[in-house]
């Protein structure tokens, strides 16, 4: 999600009372069908430097047709899609005609003698009774004002249909215009969306009883406390997130929002808030707090970092409204921006993970809302008729898997929420369902509808919420991810499958942290596979630990060349990345282990002990390792008296050879790369189990859609890690490397005193690091290599 450049308008009543309505022509708010949001496809005409410039569009029906209605959808206007149109024409005439150059003509709606209500959201639809003709033209005679620039002014469309017999007889004709002249198909005459285009959705049939469900148990579980981190890049990157969430916000920052919709007095002295990432999302900075905050305090006791997240929960509880209401917005200003999905989604997980940090208040709250929300009269337009609608989901799929979940959590989520569609064209890995996905930019925010459809499998056993979330995890694998894992695809451009773009954005970490917790759930459902968990490692070391500033903040994009932004984007300022890398970081001791009922998986290499229960005994394991930077790993058990335990220790698909593990310093087993040795024995105190895992390096050719003739890029990873090549390069291409690719390997030599950096023999000016130490140089991770 891209931060909008805002401009502050008046207010909206007076722009209303403005404006002249021509009889016949404007349709009176609240008559009209809605577009569903983010019509951000269509017909934009070249921008006027005048009001008064003239401009028009035409469709060829390829016959002439008994014309019915022409129906206009107005494009949506970022980000204030729920206050005006962009560029719908203020004054226009709608015409048909037998010649395409209109020279005789027969009117349909003449909107040109005053000017046309901004129609923002609605549909217009003018009748032609009586009216024939081969083409239908629609003439803007006075152009909108683009809102954030002066003497620039618009005429843009979403979607014209002309009906004819109850029938669309513009769908798939060409169309042509007055600057361009024929410009062939369009998306102004596309087909309707596969919901269709209003923005209401509201289907019971596709509730299930809850007497019909058949839950679906995990095989494992995550563990939510008795992991410690005894050092380690874990450990520093914890301490930095607590150390982060207290010196960012104040409370009182937290709160702000909250208050305003409470008409409660908020103290002076406090920093301006961002007007978009805090006030259009207003709320959602006090969810990241807790996210972060509840996380940490799982594994952590840190007094001050419970104190203010007690002190967050409580100011919420002050501003509550009798009928749960909690939402630091008003309930009237759900549509606004991007609150409806987006923020309830921040202020819900923030409040779980409060509730699993033990504060008494949070499971109520949230309980007290959900009541409200699962019956509140907003619901048929939360997916369609706001930006990132279909976030919301996965708040409420995860609040019915809370210790105050309800049936209803999840009903309300299959009822205004589940896409039939989608699934359909996710359990067939159709790539259009991620990159041309119909109803709103696509990109990673797509990720947390198949976490949420994938609740929706574990809590009905419904096959087909398993099938889409495996489709879409397997088309986000194939396709969308780059080497090193970040996510290749983000919003407001095109990203083809495989397109692996370089220059554009992508790898946003708030992506990467969706796709952890996706990866999470199937490694719970599906322990012994262990790709899962791979996708996690390479998640945490080469976007978590890369996007991470110290204790300073968070950015934004895991760029793989050039320079990274450590401009204010992302720093401190509560953008979606950083309140999702809050999460992630704070959450990182989860990773390392699961837990079976008859044992324990090692998942991650990290220094860590982790304290269990089983068969009556709390079994402790210590993991004593300096991985990455070295390979050896040694897991020592602590016993109160001898036990049957499986301990299934993870041996990556990145492991150059098998594994051969030691028990008590003897042989025992032979772990082979993308799967779990299981070492199913009786267990005594002091028991250790110790294994060298073998990295070695591995070369990718970059294969994405800015391949060069005559340059091949490559990408090299040293087990789990991505590289970077840093030194003298040009920020936009990169260097070369004169070696065969196949030579490079051999070339690379171990800095003394600098673990994972790497020299490159006959290359004094460029060396190999681990692309999440770099800080302000110039790098890149696909440098050219080839001879000279």
């Known amino acids: 999600m891209v931060k909008r450049t805002m401009v502050i308008t008046g207010l909206l009543g007076l722009f209303w009372s403005s404006v002249a309505m021509a009889a016949g022509c404007a349709v009176k708010p609240g008559e009209a069908e809605r577009v569903a949001f983010r019509t951000w496809t269509g017909y934009e005409a070249k921008p006027a430097a005048r009001a008064d410039e003239v401009r028009w569009v035409q469709v060829d029906l390829g016959a002439s047709r008994a014309i019915d209605a022409v129906k206009l959808y107005p494009m949506m206007s970022v980000p204030f899609a729920n206050e005006r149109s962009a560029g719908f024409p203020v004054r226009f005439r709608i015409e048909a005609s037998e010649d395409p150059e209109f020279k005789t003509a027969v009117m ?34 006075r152009l909108r004002p683009q809102f954030d620039k002066a003497n620039v002014y618009l005429f843009a469309l979403a979607k014209l249909d002309v009906l004819s017999g109850g029938k669309d007889v513009a769908e798939g004709r060409p169309i042509t215009d007055s600057i361009n002249g024929n410009l062939g198909k369009h998306p102004l005459t596309r087909p309707p969306r596969p919901m269709g285009e209003a923005d209401i959705t509201n289907n019971p049939h596709n509730v299930i009883p809850a007497r019909d469900w058949k839950p679906v148990a995990y095989r494992a579980s995550a563990p939510t406390k008795g992991v410690s981190l005894d050092g380690g890049l874990f450990k520093t990157a914890v301490e930095n997130i607590i150390s982060h969430l207290l010196n960012s916000f104040t409370v009182d920052e937290l709160l702000r929002q909250f208050r305003q919709r409470a008409g409660k ?7 301006r808030p961002d007007p978009f990432w805090e006030e259009d999302l207003a709320g959602s900075n006090a969810g990241r707090f807790l996210m972060g905050a509840g996380n940490a305090l799982q594994w952590v006791d840190h007094p001050e970092l419970r104190r203010r997240m007690n002190q967050v929960v409580d100011g919420i509880e002050e501003c509550r409204l009798p009928d749960g209401y909690i939402m630091a917005y008003p309930k009237d200003a759900i549509f606004g921006s991007d609150r409806a999905g987006y923020t309830r989604t921040w202020v819900t997980l923030g409040l779980i993970d409060a509730g699993h940090a033990g504060n008494a208040k949070a499971f109520p709250l949230l309980r007290g809302f959900y009541d409200w929300f699962n019956e509140c009269p907003y619901l048929p337009r939360l997916l369609r008729g706001v930006d990132f609608g279909e976030v919301g989901m996965v708040a409420s799929t995860q609040m019915y898997f809370t210790p105050a979940g309800k ?4 009903q309300v989520a299959q009822q205004y929420f589940q896409e039939n569609y989608w699934l359909e064209q996710l359990a067939k890995r159709e790539d259009e369902a991620i990159w041309q996905y119909p109803y709103d930019r696509p990109h990673n925010y797509l990720i947390p509808s198949l976490e949420a459809y994938l609740d929706l499998y574990r809590a009905t056993g419904g096959q087909r919420y398993l099938d889409a979330s495996l489709g879409g995890w397997q088309l986000y694998h194939d396709k969308w991810e780059h080497v090193g894992g970040s996510i290749a695809i983000c919003e407001f451009d095109i990203y083809p499958p495989r397109s692996y773009y370089l220059h554009k954005h992508t790898g946003e970490l708030c992506g990467s942290a969706f796709w952890t917790r996706l990866n999470q759930r199937f490694h719970l459902l599906y322990p012994e596979q262990e790709k899962y968990v791979n996708e996690i490692e390479k998640s945490i070391y080469n976007v978590g630990l890369a996007n991470q500033v110290g204790s300073k903040g968070i950015i934004y994009h895991a760029d793989l060349v050039g320079r990274k932004n450590f401009d204010r984007t992302g720093i401190a300022i509560n953008t979606c990345c950083e309140g999702q890398g809050t999460r992630l970081y704070s959450s990182l001791p989860e990773y390392i282990y699961s837990i079976a009922a008859d044992g324990l998986y ?98 990718t050719q970059y294969l994405g859609l800015e391949r060069v003739p005559g340059q091949e890029r490559y990408a090299l990873e040293y087990g789990p890690i991505l590289l970077a090549l840093v030194g003298p390069m040009d920020e936009r291409e990169g260097t070369r490397i004169a070696s065969l690719p196949e030579n490079l390997v051999k070339r690379l030599k171990p800095k003394v005193g600098q673990p994972l950096h790497f020299s490159i023999d006959g290359d004094a000016e460029h060396e190999y690091m681990p692309y999440w130490e770099v800080t302000d140089q110039v790098f890149t991770c696909y440098p050219i290599i080839g001879n000279p």
Do not use: H
Request: proline letters at 10%; charged letters at 20%.
């Open 265 to 271: 007095p908020n103290p002076p002295g406090m920093r």
């Open 407 to 410: 049936p209803e959590d999840l």
């Open 108 to 141: 349909i709606a003449d909107c040109t003698g005053a000017d046309y209500l901004d129609p923002i959201t609605e549909i217009g639809v003018f009748s032609a009774p009586g009216v024939k003709g081969r083409y239908v033209r629609l003439t803007a005679t």
């Open 602 to 699: 090692v998942n991650l290499f990290e220094a860590s002990t982790i304290t269990w229960q089983q068969a009556g005994q709390s079994p402790q394991l210590k993991m004593l390792t300096r991985f990455p930077f070295k390979p050896d790993v040694q897991l020592r058990l602590s016993l109160a008296q001898p036990m049957r335990s499986k301990i299934r220790v993870r041996i990556p698909t990145w492991a150059a050879t098998e594994i051969p593990i030691l028990v008590n310093g003897t042989p025992a087993a032979t772990g082979k790369p993308g799967s779990y040795q299981t070492l199913d024995r009786t267990w005594s105190d002091g028991d250790t189990i110790s294994f060298v895992l073998p990295v070695d390096f591995r070369l």
